[in-house]
């Protein structure tokens, strides 16, 4: 199966500052990389993707990296704001329906 | 609206008493799925659906069963529910035909006594 590490699993940030979460994963065939953001009291929800043909994305202030010769993607999230104070997972996906979250990261802005 | 619901949000049960945990979603997806969620282990897979009438077992399949006789609905099914079962539980759906982003449910939050 899917090993899906993610680093760090807290993160705590100045309010404007950048953010970087980094997720490793085991398997090769893996070519959908999602991060998903859950505020409190909700379930997750998809900020950003890329797929193995992609090295970068970026959406306003969220971007995902990919390498996939190393195995790992990251999210960066810049100029960060309170509202981004969430818990955020990595869900690498093999295209065989199971789709495998890392242990998520906690990040908290700072005012 | 596009969306997955489940119901209840809040359940506090006994144990070994029977319990349904249902999901609907409303976006004509194929894929359906269950996961817990516990402090520390980010989100584990119960079960899936690729279809209906088409299920598998995920990474934490024990003590869970679930079906799929509609589309739509994919309930999830505590037949003795035990402590170690109280958890944050999610559904979650996706469509393989266009792209595999997974749309949650709002969660319910399961205490078994």
């Known amino acids: 199966g899917e090993n899906v590490e993610q680093h760090p699993s807290t993160l705590s940030v100045q309010e404007g500052d950048s953010a970087v979460i980094k997720c490793t994963y085991s398997?090769?065939?893996?070519?959908?990389f999602p991060w998903y953001k859950q505020e409190l009291g909700k379930g997750p929800q998809l900020i950003i993707d890329?797929?193995?043909?992609?090295g970068e994305k970026k959406d306003q202030r969220i971007a995902v990296t990919l390498n996939k010769t190393a195995k790992h993607f990251s999210l960066h999230i810049t100029e960060t704001q309170p509202e981004d104070s969430a818990v955020y997972f990595c869900a690498p996906d093999l295209g065989d329906y199971k789709l495998s979250f890392g242990a998520g990261t906690t990040v908290t802005v700072r005012a | 609206e596009a969306q997955v619901t489940q119901n209840p949000r809040y359940l506090i049960t006994v144990t070994g008493k029977k319990l349904t945990v249902t999901c609907s979603q409303n976006?004509?997806?194929?894929?359906m799925s269950w996961y817990r969620q516990d402090p520390g282990l980010g989100l584990r897979q119960i079960y899936y659906s690729m279809n209906v009438e088409v299920t598998d077992k995920g990474d934490v399949p024990e003590g869970y069963k679930v079906s799929r006789k509609e589309k739509r609905n994919f309930p999830l099914i505590l037949e003795s529910p035990s402590p170690n079962q109280t958890s944050l539980y999610f559904c979650?759906?996706?469509?393989?035909?266009?792209?595999?982003?997974?749309?949650f449910g709002q969660g319910t939050r399961l205490t078994v006594v």
């Open positions: 398997d090769s065939a893996s070519n959908y």
């Open positions: 976006m004509n997806h194929e894929y």
């Open positions: 890329i797929r193995s043909n992609v």
């Open positions: 979650a759906s996706s469509s393989r035909t266009t792209n595999t982003e997974a749309f």
